[in-house]
Every structure is written in structure tokens, then in C-alpha cells.
């Protein structure tokens, strides 16, 4: 008889967090402010808020994955930040250089945006209460300058190739070299960062 794996002995070692993503165009005078009011959205609501530049977002299963995988770190006490947002963004990255994650974030402009928002509140290790999610959402869609909406697998939307492959440093011979497309290879680079560590 074998031995369970610590996430079958133990699932609170392996949580799911609820996530959901809004995606649309927001018009950011100032970067700063912006941050502000998602911080401001975060402290109102209880959820993780991240905001991320649509042009390399590859996939709603991306951020999902990477969200999954921040909570499961945190829960284990292996998480590299302590904010449970900047550990959801390392994942996003496949990276732990959070000066490089950064640049997966939103700018100023009017910018096509993904915003991640997700209930850490029943991940062990986080102290924080549980997210109501429906008015994160809404105070998202408040911010928005354009229509917005919600983003998930069922829905596809372009990602800009060029610098997705820059930023993960995906080369043509790697991507001849597997079966699947650059999503794929990009979802790769989020779950081989457990290993990395």
C-alpha cells in the first residue's frame, strides 16, 4: 500500500481558490491612482485584485492555473511573497524575479486589461476574510472606460505572439519541438515554477 501524496492527506495543503476575470479596456491617467483604486476594491471587498496587460494574457486557464498554484505555495508556506497578489503574479510570470513579473502588469494609457480577482479567504496562511467576488467584479467593471466583461475558457481573445514569446523567452526551435501551441508552452513555464524553486 502506498503512501497518500501530502495534497491527498491533507487538502488544505492544495486549495482552489474561486477566480474570476474581467476583461475590457481601461484608461489609466495615472498608474498610481489605478493601483489605488484596486487596492481600494481589494480592502472593500476582500479579494486578491491583480491587473494584468491583455497582450500577454494567453488564456483564462493561465491565470487560473496561477492563482491555484499561489494559494497551494502559500498554504505550504513556500510562497516567495507575502502578498498573496505579487505570488499570484511570480506564477503568472513562471518566474520568481518579481522586478521581471512586474512587467506583466498594466501601464498608462488606454490599455486592454485582464483583472484577476479571487477569494484567498480560506487559504491557509493568508489572513484575510473571505472575498465577496460579485462586487469585486462590479467595482472592476466601474473602473472600466469601455465595456467590459467577464473572461473565461469558453471565450478566446488575441494575445500579442511577439511579446509573449520576448517575455518567456519562447524560441521557434521550442515551439517545433512540442506538440502543442504557445499557450501551452506558456502554461508550462507557470506550473515548472514548483519545480524551480
Known amino acids: 500500500m502506498t503512501e497518500p501524496s501530502a495534497s491527498?492527506?491533507?487538502?488544505a495543503s492544495d486549495p482552489a481558490p474561486a477566480v474570476r476575470l474581467v476583461a475590457g479596456a481601461f484608461a489609466i491617467a495615472d498608474l498610481d491612482a489605478f493601483l489605488a483604486d484596486l487596492d481600494e476594491v481589494a480592502a472593500e471587498t476582500g479579494a486578491v485584485v491583480q491587473a494584468f496587460d491583455a497582450d500577454l494574457v494567453v488564456s483564462p486557464a493561465h491565470l487560473r492555473e496561477a492563482a491555484r498554484l499561489a494559494a497551494r505555495a502559500i498554504a505550504r508556506g513556500e510562497a516567495?511573497?507575502?502578498?498573496?497578489?505579487?505570488?499570484?503574479?511570480l506564477y503568472v510570470a513562471g518566474r520568481r524575479q518579481i522586478d521581471r513579473a512586474l512587467e506583466l502588469g498594466v501601464s498608462e494609457g488606454e490599455r486592454a486589461a485582464v483583472v484577476l480577482v479571487a477569494d484567498f479567504g480560506g487559504v491557509p496562511g493568508v489572513d484575510r476574510p473571505s472575498a465577496d467576488l460579485d462586487e469585486a467584479v462590479e467595482s472592476i467593471r466601474e473602473l472600466a472606460a469601455?465595456?467590459?466583461?467577464?473572461?473565461?475558457?469558453?471565450?478566446?481573445?488575441?494575445?500579442?505572439?511577439?511579446r509573449v514569446r520576448e517575455f518567456y523567452g519562447v524560441t521557434d526551435r521550442e515551439?517545433?519541438?512540442?506538440?502543442?501551441?504557445?499557450t501551452d508552452?506558456?502554461?508550462?513555464?507557470?506550473?515548472?515554477?514548483?519545480?524551480?524553486?
Do not use: Y
Open 146 to 162: 469601455d465595456e467590459i466583461g467577464e473572461f473565461d475558457e469558453s471565450q478566446s481573445r488575441a494575445f500579442d505572439e511577439a
Open 80 to 89: 516567495v511573497a507575502r502578498d498573496p497578489g505579487v505570488e499570484i503574479l
Open 8 to 11: 491527498q492527506a491533507d487538502p
Open 175 to 182: 515551439l517545433a519541438a512540442t506538440t502543442g501551441d504557445l
Open 185 to 197: 508552452v506558456v502554461r508550462e513555464r507557470v506550473a515548472l515554477l514548483d519545480v524551480e524553486k
